[in-house]
Each structure stands twice: as C-alpha cells, then as structure tokens.
C-alpha cells in the first residue's frame, strides 16, 4: 500500500506570499491531519480533517487554513507569509473512525522557507 | 508543566546495549500512546503505539504503560548505530477534543556509538 504523499516537498517564498501545500493519504484513511515542526516549537497541531469537515483546530492563527476533498486529499493554505512559518509542515493520515485509538502515518513532509 | 515530556538528551548508549527512553504526559484522560523515530531531515515514522497498562514487545522494541503513573517508555534492546535518531512520545487525548491531535513532546536524542 502506498504511504501519505506531499507536494511539494520543497518551496521557497517571500514575506507576504500565500503557499498551498497537498496531501495525499493512504488509501481508505479518511482523516487527515497537519503538523509543524520547527527547532524551538518542536512538532505542533494545526488542524484535521475527516470527511471534508475540520474536526478539530490547535493555536494558530487565522493565516493557516485547510480543506479536504470527496477522495480524502487535502490541502493546507497559510496566507501572508512571516519569516516565523519557515517549517516543515507534515501531514498524517489515519483511519480516523476511533478518535481514542486512531493511529497516524506520516507523509515525508513540505519544507518551506521564507525570504 | 508541558502537556508531555521526555527525558532530557541526548542520550549515548554502546552498541548492543539496552536504551531506555522515558515520556511523561499530564492529562489523565490520554487513552493512546506513540513511539515515533525521526531521523535528521526525514519524517515521523510510527514505530510502536500502546493503549493498555503494561507491556508491549515487538522485536528489539518494547513499550511499557502506567497510566496511574502517566508515563510511559520505550527500551531498545540489542541497540544498534542504525537506531541514532530522535524519539517523539506523543499522546492521543480523550473526547471529541482529541480528533486527530498528537501531543509531542520535545524528543530525546539517541546516538549509538560502535
């Protein structure tokens, strides 16, 4: 079975830019979540989806927003770039039926760098 | 008090020896927990999940739970250079809050020397 994709796995933008980042689990998981990891923050909740509706949101501002399709994609936007999102943004896929006990697989993740 | 915390690294073990990694989590309501390995410049990648009190061997690996205690370990036995990575405890809360949000703690740096 193939694992959780992400394009791209790379991107460098500017301050005041907006960045679209995919995510594709892996075949019947239907939650998705994202993640950002940074040095001094380590690994943090930004939201997850599960049948296209968001179920769950952690601190971040309205900036970063996400959506999640009929076929399980999804996609994350941050919208007016600071320097401070400069990340690796993973998303995990799960099953997402037992919210106890669900288990997530990660994709290989995006690096974005902000200029 | 973080939400989980591991023990401070980075941790140097020989190879062949036993390492122990510890995490600890506040809230008693979490129902499952995670062992992940990042290496340097790569993702997350599962390698055990426990969700009952007590044991859980899988090869090299075994995972421990108490939840009275709130902590939970992960021992590599057998430990080898190609284990040298960063381990992520994460937690999985309880109730409709918890969709899909691990709690990482900060990660313990092993390095196995030859």
């Known amino acids: 079975k193939a694992g959780v994709t992400q394009t791209p796995r790379y991107l460098i933008k500017t301050r005041g830019q907006q960045v679209t980042l995919s995510c594709s689990p892996i075949s019947g998981h239907r939650s998705v979540s994202w993640y950002q990891q940074t040095p001094g923050q380590g690994l943090q909740f930004l939201f997850e989806?599960?049948?296209?509706?968001?179920?769950n949101k952690g601190n971040f501002p309205g900036r970063f927003s996400g959506r999640q399709f009929s076929n399980s994609r999804s996609e994350m936007n941050v919208s007016t770039l600071e320097l401070g999102d400069s990340a690796l943004y993973l998303c995990a896929s799960s099953l997402g039926g037992d919210s106890s006990t669900d288990t997530q697989y990660f994709g290989p993740g995006t690096r974005l760098t902000v200029l | 008090q973080k939400e989980v915390e591991q023990n401070s690294g980075p941790l140097s073990v020989p190879e062949g020896a036993i390492a122990s990694l510890n995490c600890t989590y506040s809230?008693?309501?979490?129902?499952?927990f995670f062992w992940y390995r990042q290496y340097s410049g790569k993702s997350p990648e599962l390698i055990m999940f426990i969700y009952s009190n007590g044991d859980k061997e899988d090869g090299r690996f075994t995972a421990q739970l108490n939840k009275a205690s709130q902590y939970v370990s992960l021992l590599i036995r057998d430990s080898q250079p190609s284990d040298s990575a960063t381990y992520l405890c994460?937690?999985?809360?309880?109730?409709?809050?918890?969709?899909?949000?691990?709690?990482f703690g900060q990660g313990t740096i092993l390095t196995v020397h030859p």
């Open positions: 994460a937690v999985l809360g309880a109730g409709g809050t918890s969709y899909g949000k691990l709690t």
């Open positions: 989806y599960f049948s296209e509706t968001q179920r």
């Open positions: 809230d008693r309501g979490s129902q499952s």
